[in-house]
């Protein structure tokens, strides 16, 4: 019996030994083949599996006979599944193709830079704000794009008043004037108009925002040194769009807001209407708003006419009405004395207009016409003196573009004139300026091979008081293979002086001197950046995507207010120049529902005047962003935040104080309508935890800078409804 048993044990052995078969297949891009390294392949059900090596070949072991299904797997593709049938000849080597997968992220087309490709194949590097992440954002402040804007890495938003609120952007740490700020290709916050634009632009009407960092002057010109944030709007699109916002707030804040558009036929509509208002709000109890009183409405109706499959014809009007007071709490509560005699009064109107033709020559051609008219009225009040005045702005374009395969271009040209005239012409210091620019830009992008990508362009504008200007550009975008990409970039910028800067809106304009353009020069700046992108999976369920973007940025002869007359300030040229280097970081892992992004940014923004270095103030040197969010679509989002900014150096010679920022978003969903709940800096850090932010006497206070928060802790929850 022992001799029987063993030989049987044996060939059962032998058996199951030829019944373990080998699987081997080469993956590759589905549109390029090419081999695509650390992708994975896994029997579905179990936990057997391999990734495939340099060559994308995958062995698979240990497989028993049967039909088993094969999941291919590799982050930026879609997942494949196929089912085989084993055993199989052992010299079989199947070829798999995946193809891209379509992310949100990669079909963004990005306006900004007038081409028709989608962010993973400009040479520039954009960084687009759209989707659910826009949405998530807009559920935090329904009534500004501050949150928007300030939550990525490279970009903050300076307060440059303590009682008013009013803010501005800095990206990769420069002031504010050197950043450019659009809505839908058109310039319409610019100098005077500029000073509340963060505070009056409502998100729920936008597409997408739009972000490119360094110089940007070849197609829009000068003002976008640091770079430019382009606010694309909502357009009608199959089927009607109904929504409405309602939002509050514990600082006794309400947002309404409604978007509705459609299409019929040859033409389509979208109409924006929003009312905004907040309550005089003093969380630190020190008798002065944190938050100011404001009543603010807005409506943007816009026409399209689709004349047929060659013209499309939009035209838009925007509008906006505001009055906002800050300063004395007892002030504003009807209270005034002599005590209680300081505030801040901003009354703004805001109207423009907007038009655009679109003409498809043939598949590969196409011409646009754009024109905008806007129309910005400003009153500053404070006690003792008032700042008003009125700009008037237009902006002209004709563009041509051809794309093929290999080749686009892009050329054109534009006019665009700047008006300020201020409405007290009989009180000294008169700031009134009349700019016109007139400008001619070319650009082209060649595929040299499908891992070059070179994009060239050039620009010559002159301007009426400041002179000429030549600027060129490349940027340069290189596929290392499908999960590692590089870009170079490089440009030339200018900026022509106004007195709008943040600097003169921290004084509210008083006794600010009128520039001499004859003894005064556009500041010129050059840019370079590099950045890297990298993705991969790190197990079957968890991806990493990796980005980090180097910049340097030098301003020359940068205009700076100093003090001039007793009492007064000026504008200056003291030669030398402003230059920021540094770099910012994100990394986003995904496992299953959750996705946590972690940014870093490093700002080193230094002023070299007269043979001295200074910090540059107002900047934090060292940023962190984290975010954990956890997400199931249609169903439910919560979000975990938490931002760190390092001290930053004050005008004063001071030192700020280091502080972190925490905050708690969630929503649930609806098919028709969802609501939402923010716990913003729930901490409650506040600038007037750290120290006093005024000095004098609360008649009439002398500010310091705003480095943190003034507003502290912040619940506010509302609906959102979808028809």
Same mark, same amino acid.
């Given at each position: 019996?022992?001799?029987?048993?063993?030989?049987?044990?044996?060939?059962?052995?032998?058996?199951?030994?030829?019944?373990?078969?080998?699987?081997?297949?080469?993956?590759?891009?589905?549109?390029?083949?090419?081999?695509?390294?650390?992708?994975?392949?896994?029997?579905?059900?179990?936990?057997?599996?391999?990734?495939?090596?340099?060559?994308?070949?995958?062995?698979?072991?240990?497989?028993?006979?049967?039909?088993?299904?094969?999941?291919?797997?590799?982050?930026?593709?879609?997942?494949?599944?196929?089912?085989?049938?084993?055993?199989?000849?052992?010299?079989?080597?199947?070829?798999?193709?995946?193809?891209?997968?379509?992310?949100e992220t990669e079909q963004v087309i990005v306006t900004a830079t007038r081409s028709s490709r989608t962010i993973a194949d400009i040479p520039t590097r954009v960084e687009a704000i759209a989707?659910?992440?826009?949405?998530?954002?807009?559920?935090?402040?329904?009534?500004?794009?501050?949150?928007?804007?300030?939550?990525?890495?490279?970009?903050?938003?300076?307060?440059?008043?303590?009682?008013?609120?009013?803010?501005?952007?800095?990206?990769?740490?420069?002031?504010?004037?050197?950043?450019?700020?659009?809505?839908?290709?058109?310039?319409?916050?610019?100098?005077?108009?500029?000073?509340?634009?963060?505070?009056?632009?409502?998100?729920?009407?936008?597409?997408?925002?739009?972000?490119?960092?360094?110089?940007?002057?070849?197609?829009?010109?000068?003002?976008?040194?640091?770079?430019?944030?382009?606010?694309?709007?909502?357009?009608?699109?199959?089927?009607?769009?109904?929504?409405?916002?309602?939002?509050?707030?514990?600082?006794?804040?309400?947002?309404?807001?409604?978007?509705?558009?459609?299409?019929?036929?040859?033409?389509?509509?979208?109409?924006?209407?929003?009312?905004?208002?907040?309550?005089?709000?003093?969380?630190?109890?020190?008798g002065l708003t944190a938050i100011p009183e404001f009543r603010r409405y807005t409506v943007n109706p816009k026409l399209f006419f689709y004349i047929n499959d060659q013209a499309t014809i939009?035209?838009?009007?925007?509008?906006?009405?505001?009055?906002?007071?800050?300063?004395?709490?007892?002030?504003?509560?009807?209270?005034?004395?002599?005590?209680?005699?300081?505030?801040?009064?901003?009354?703004?109107?805001?109207?423009?207009?907007?038009?655009?033709?679109?003409?498809?020559?043939?598949?590969?051609?196409?011409?646009?016409?754009?024109?905008?008219?806007?129309?910005?009225?400003?009153?500053?009040?404070?006690?003792?003196?008032?700042?008003?005045?009125?700009?008037?702005?237009?902006?002209?374009?004709?563009?041509?573009?051809?794309?093929?395969?290999?080749?686009?271009?892009?050329?054109?040209?534009?006019?665009?004139?700047?008006?300020?005239?201020?409405?007290?012409?009989?009180?000294?210091?008169?700031?009134?300026?009349?700019?016109?620019?007139?400008?001619?830009?070319?650009?082209?992008?060649?595929?040299?091979?499908?891992?070059?990508?070179?994009?060239?362009?050039?620009?010559?504008?002159?301007?009426?008081?400041?002179?000429?200007?030549?600027?060129?550009?490349?940027?340069?975008?290189?596929?290392?293979?499908?999960?590692?990409?590089?870009?170079?970039?490089?440009?030339?910028?200018?900026?022509?002086?106004?007195?709008?800067?943040?600097?003169?809106?921290?004084? @509210?304009?008083?006794? =600010?001197?009128?520039?001499? %353009?004859? +003894?005064?020069?556009? /500041?010129? $700046? *050059?840019?370079? #950046? &590099?950045?890297?992108?990298?993705?991969?999976?790190?197990?079957?369920?968890?991806?990493?995507?990796?980005?980090?973007?180097?910049?340097?940025?030098?301003?020359?002869?940068?205009?700076?207010?100093?003090?001039?007359?007793?009492?007064?300030?000026?504008?200056?040229?003291?030669?030398?120049?402003?230059?920021?280097?540094?770099?910012?970081?994100?990394?986003?892992?995904?496992?299953?529902?959750?996705?946590?992004?972690?940014?870093?940014?490093?700002?080193?923004?230094?002023?070299?005047?007269?043979?001295?270095?200074?910090?540059?103030?107002?900047?934090?040197?060292?940023?962190?962003?984290?975010?954990?969010?956890?997400?199931?679509?249609?169903?439910?989002?919560?979000?975990?935040?938490?931002?760190?900014?390092?001290?930053?150096?004050?005008?004063?010679?001071?030192?700020? @104080?280091?502080?972190? =920022?925490?905050?708690?978003? %969630?929503? +649930?969903?609806?098919? /028709?309508? $969802? *609501?939402?709940? #923010? &716990?913003?800096?729930?901490?409650?850090?506040?600038?007037?935890?750290?120290?006093?932010?005024?000095?004098?006497?609360?008649?009439?206070?002398?500010?310091?800078?705003?480095?943190?928060?003034?507003?502290?802790?912040?619940?506010?929850?509302?609906?959102?409804?979808?028809?």
């Open positions: 019996m022992k001799n029987l048993l063993l030989p049987f044990l044996a060939l059962i052995c032998i058996s199951t030994a030829w019944s373990q078969n080998t699987f081997r297949a080469i993956l590759k891009d589905e549109e390029t083949h090419l081999p695509l390294a650390g992708a994975n392949a896994v029997l579905e059900g179990t936990a057997i599996g391999s990734s495939t090596d340099h060559t994308g070949l995958v062995e698979i072991q240990n497989i028993p006979d049967g039909e088993f299904t094969i999941i291919f797997s590799y982050i930026g593709y879609e997942e494949k599944s196929e089912k085989f049938n084993f055993p199989q000849p052992s010299d079989r080597t199947t070829e798999i193709y995946l193809p891209v997968e379509v992310e989707g659910e992440e826009l949405e998530e954002k807009g559920n935090m402040k329904p009534g500004e794009i501050r949150m928007v804007l300030n939550e990525s890495t490279g970009i903050q938003t300076q307060q440059t008043s303590a009682t008013s609120y009013n803010s501005s952007i800095r990206i990769q740490g420069l002031d504010g004037k050197y950043t450019q700020i659009l809505k839908d290709g058109f310039p319409l916050f610019s100098g005077f108009s500029g000073g509340l634009s963060l505070l009056q632009i409502v998100p729920l009407d936008l597409k997408q925002v739009e972000v490119i960092k360094g110089a940007s002057s070849t197609l829009y010109g000068g003002g976008a040194i640091a770079g430019l944030v382009n606010l694309v709007s909502r357009t009608p699109e199959e089927g009607r769009q109904l929504n409405f916002l309602l939002n509050a707030t514990t600082a006794g804040g309400f947002d309404g807001s409604g978007f509705y558009a459609e299409r019929f036929g040859l033409t389509g509509t979208t109409i924006f209407v929003s009312y905004n208002m907040g309550s005089a709000y003093d969380p630190a109890g020190i939009n035209i838009g009007f925007n509008s906006t009405i505001e009055e906002r007071t800050g300063g004395d709490i007892k002030y504003i509560e009807g209270q005034a004395d002599s005590l209680h005699s300081y505030f801040e009064l901003n009354r703004t109107t805001r109207f423009s207009t907007q038009a655009g033709l679109d003409f498809q020559i043939s598949k590969e051609a196409k011409i646009s016409l754009k024109n905008s008219a806007s129309y910005y009225d400003r009153n500053i009040k404070i006690p003792g003196f008032s700042f008003a005045g009125k700009q008037f702005a237009t902006f002209s374009e004709a563009s041509f573009t051809k794309s093929s395969p290999k080749l686009e271009w892009i050329a054109g040209f534009n006019l665009w004139t700047e008006q300020f005239v201020q409405v007290q012409p009989d009180t000294p210091p008169v700031v009134d300026y009349r700019h016109l620019t007139i400008g001619g830009f070319v650009q082209n992008t060649w595929n040299a091979t499908p891992k070059l990508s070179l994009e060239t362009g050039l620009r010559l504008d002159h301007q009426n008081e400041y002179g000429s200007f030549v600027l060129p550009r490349i940027a340069m975008l290189i596929k290392i293979k499908p999960e590692l990409t590089f870009r170079l970039g490089s440009g030339l910028g200018y900026k022509t002086p106004t007195v709008f800067t943040e600097d003169a809106e921290r004084l @509210q304009f008083r006794n =600010i001197l009128p520039i001499d %353009a004859n +003894k005064t020069k556009a /500041e010129e $700046s *050059i840019g370079f #950046n &590099f950045d890297t992108n990298y993705r991969t999976l790190l197990s079957a369920r968890i991806t990493m995507s990796l980005n980090t973007l180097l910049y340097y940025t030098k301003i020359s002869d940068p205009l700076i207010l100093t003090p001039a007359a007793i009492g007064f300030y000026e504008f200056s040229q003291p030669g030398g120049y402003i230059d920021t280097k540094g770099l910012e970081t994100n990394i986003k892992l995904t496992y299953e529902h959750y996705k946590l992004f972690v940014g870093y940014t490093l700002a080193d923004v230094h002023q070299h005047f007269g043979g001295e270095t200074t910090i540059t103030p107002l900047v934090a040197r060292n940023r962190l962003n984290n975010v954990l969010i956890y997400e199931k679509p249609e169903q439910i989002k919560l979000g975990l935040e938490a931002y760190y900014f390092s001290p930053q150096k004050l005008s004063d010679g001071r030192t700020g @104080q280091a502080y972190w =920022i925490f905050g708690f978003m %969630a929503e +649930k969903i609806w098919d /028709e309508y $969802s *609501i939402f709940l #923010n &716990f913003e800096n729930f901490l409650d850090v506040r600038q007037t935890r750290f120290e006093t932010i005024y000095s004098g006497s609360q008649q009439n206070p002398v500010f310091n800078d705003i480095y943190a928060p003034l507003d502290g802790f912040i619940i506010n929850g509302g609906v959102k409804l979808r028809f």
